[in-house]
């Protein structure tokens, strides 16, 4: 039962143009919601979040849109560079006494062509 | 300031043996996770320890083992590996039980033959 999906294995770009990864959640209990970044041969990295009492969060050229009646979140990467090539995850929490425990989607795999 | 450690980076078992993989933060974090990732799969959670002197299953615990050491440590232990564990490992640890932000260590890629 995955509770975080990503339906999309892999997204191609080219560099300077958006990138929207999404995300579909199955929970009720998500209230915590964050994306992950990881480059091959290292642990993910956190990228940027958001909770539910929001629809919206921006860190320069990161965007995360939250539709908690779709149990969807997308994320928005404008303009996308080489270097945002990486696998994405997103992941959600539950809070209450799930405090830090994340589920976590399959991934994304983002390719920025030069 | 070295974050999340883990060691070996890379292990190759053949099938019944035994191994534990550790893990240090030097943060001051109080919880910690082990996760393994898997192709197409995502992350999933194995154990967590919210802080020092607890530990509780996660998602897919079976054929596992942990302990938290002290704040700084929390080791993963395969009493018996079989080849459904060929993975890779990944420790990670958070602040407060009010930070959802996980810092990650590097990885231990694990084979079992």
């Known amino acids: 039962d995955q509770q975080v999906k990503q339906n999309s294995p892999s997204l191609s770009v080219q560099e300077g143009r958006i990138s929207i990864l999404n995300c579909d959640y199955t929970?009720?209990?998500?209230?915590?919601f964050l994306w992950y970044k990881k480059y091959p041969a290292e642990g993910p990295t956190f990228l940027i979040s958001?909770?539910?009492?929001?629809d919206k969060n921006e860190d320069g050229r990161f965007t995360v849109f939250l539709n908690k009646s779709a149990k969807h979140l997308s994320l928005h990467i404008v303009p996308s560079q080489p270097g945002d090539s990486a696998v994405y995850f997103c992941a959600a929490s539950a809070g209450g006494t799930s405090y830090g425990k994340l589920t976590f989607g399959q991934g994304t795999i983002l390719t920025v062509h030069p | 300031n070295a974050g999340v450690t883990q060691t070996p980076k890379f292990q190759v078992l053949k099938t019944g043996q035994s191994m534990t993989l550790q893990c240090a933060q030097d943060m001051n974090h109080n919880s910690m996770y082990w996760y393994r990732q898997d192709p197409g799969m995502g992350l999933r959670l194995i154990y967590y320890?919210?802080?020092?002197?607890?530990?509780d299953k996660g998602e897919v615990p079976n054929g596992y083992n942990v302990s938290r050491l002290n704040k700084r440590e929390f080791s993963l232990r395969l009493e018996s590996a079989a080849p459904s564990q060929t993975s890779v490992y990944f420790c990670?640890?958070?602040?407060?039980?009010?930070?959802?932000?996980?810092?990650f260590g590097p990885g231990t890629r694990l084979t079992v033959t």
């Open positions: 958001i909770s539910s009492i929001k």
């Open positions: 929970n009720s209990m998500f209230d915590y």
């Open positions: 320890s919210a802080s020092e002197g607890t530990t």
């Open positions: 990670a640890s958070t602040g407060t039980q009010s930070s959802y932000e996980q810092y």
